[in-house]
């Protein structure tokens, strides 16, 4: 005989609400209270990002060991790579005090290019999980999420700043980092928080640099944050080759896009390569920029299981070289930025290409 319940009892169940006041709770306070700790512990003193460095003794090449993102070690376990970018400065094997030191910019500058609000939202580890789309990290202390992920982004801006003004010094440059091409002004996307690309362009702008500028981007996805942020802007000329079938589809985005080339899945170099050819051949045409602003992700290389293309690595290579030729040929200081890719076969392919680069153009 089953006796009969309260209907209360189903609303409000005394067991469970024990078990989340006397256990669950003081166990996530401890946890939240832990890691906050470390967080403060392993704060990491700021490097502020310096603009008036030897762009005419040093290799134009930015670079700051916090670029990499580390999580107590447990980066290592996670199949994508995200300390490529020390990986391939080490494979360059140059000497730290002859390329150029990348620091934090300021907020002042930030604010060229993103709104106060975005900003401001960034300090909560819950946007911070929906942009990087790693859920767990909404439960850690933002102070956590700030030194772990938000801080290596902050630097790699920096260094697509410090890269594009040597560009224009030295004719060429390269950021080991950036490439944020899903960040626009208000919003982040895709893993990117800050609107690198967009960035250059105004903060150049602003310092009288430059008035137009190509981008050029070969990340497998579109890049559809610094599209919105210069639809209708006729001094950016955009190119872009991506997988059509993959992320963001942005069709509101597609609009500031010049030259479009919309891939299918899994194109591979003798389809990739003359395409690209056609787009620059196309491009230089049509526009002549004061800065052009290379966005080389290698999620384009076969096996990327988020790019879904078929690029070898002698096709990255090559593709990597047909820009730089492009810019060389037609005089237009070219920065290069590393964009996405974060398998753990992707460091040696940028550092060869990075190294191929420098042979054939005798860059240093
Ligand atoms: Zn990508």
């Excluded at 490097?47 to 999580?71: C, G």
């Excluded at 709104?115 to 939202?121: D, G």
């Excluded at 602003?206 to 070969?218: P, V």
């Excluded at 003798?270 to 050819?277: G, I, M, N, R, S």
Aim: some cysteine; glycine content about 6%; overall charge neutral.
């Amino acid at each position: 005989m089953s006796e009969k319940r309260p209907l209360s009892s189903y609303v409000i169940n005394k067991s469970a609400l024990k078990r989340i006041a006397f256990i669950y709770i003081p166990l996530y306070a401890a946890f939240w209270m832990t890691f906050f700790i470390i967080g403060e512990i392993t704060q990491k003193h700021e490097d502020a990002l310096v603009m008036t460095q030897d762009f005419k003794h040093q290799i134009p090449i930015a670079y700051n060991d916090r670029y990499n993102v580390e999580f107590m070690g447990l980066e290592k376990y996670h199949p994508f790579d995200s300390v490529k970018y020390r990986r391939v400065f080490n494979a360059l094997g140059l000497p730290e005090e002859k390329i150029l030191h990348a620091g934090e910019p300021d907020r002042s500058i930030l604010l060229l290019a993103q709104t106060p609000a975005y900003l401001e939202s960034l300090n909560s580890s819950w946007t911070l999980a929906r942009i990087t789309e790693l859920g767990f990290l909404r439960f850690f202390p933002s102070n956590v999420t700030r030194n772990a992920l938000l801080e290596p982004m902050m630097y790699q801006v920096g260094g697509s700043l410090l890269a594009a003004s040597a560009a224009l010094d030295r004719g060429w440059a390269i950021n080991l980092g950036g490439g944020f091409h899903h960040a626009s002004a208000d919003s982040g996307n895709g893993f990117c928080t800050y609107a690198d690309i967009s960035l250059i362009v105004k903060y150049l702008r602003q310092q009288e640099k430059i008035k137009r500028a190509m981008i050029i981007d070969l990340d497998a996805h579109q890049g559809n944050g610094y599209q919105r942020d210069f639809l209708g802007d006729k001094d950016v000329f955009i190119v872009d080759m991506y997988n059509r079938e993959i992320f963001p589809h942005d069709g509101k985005a597609k609009a500031a896009i010049a030259v479009k080339v919309e891939l299918p899945a899994y194109t591979s170099d003798t389809a990739y390569l003359p395409d690209e050819q056609q787009a620059l051949k196309t491009a230089f045409e049509k526009f002549k920029p004061d800065i052009l602003i290379y966005n080389a992700g290698t999620d384009v290389l076969d096996g990327d299981p988020l790019g879904s293309l078929r690029v070898s690595e002698k096709g990255i290579i090559r593709r990597d070289e047909m820009v730089f030729q492009a810019a060389f040929d037609h005089h237009v200081p070219i920065v290069m930025l590393f964009g996405g890719g974060y398998q753990k076969s992707d460091a040696p392919v940028i550092a060869k290409s990075i190294l191929n680069l420098k042979k054939k153009f005798s860059l240093w």
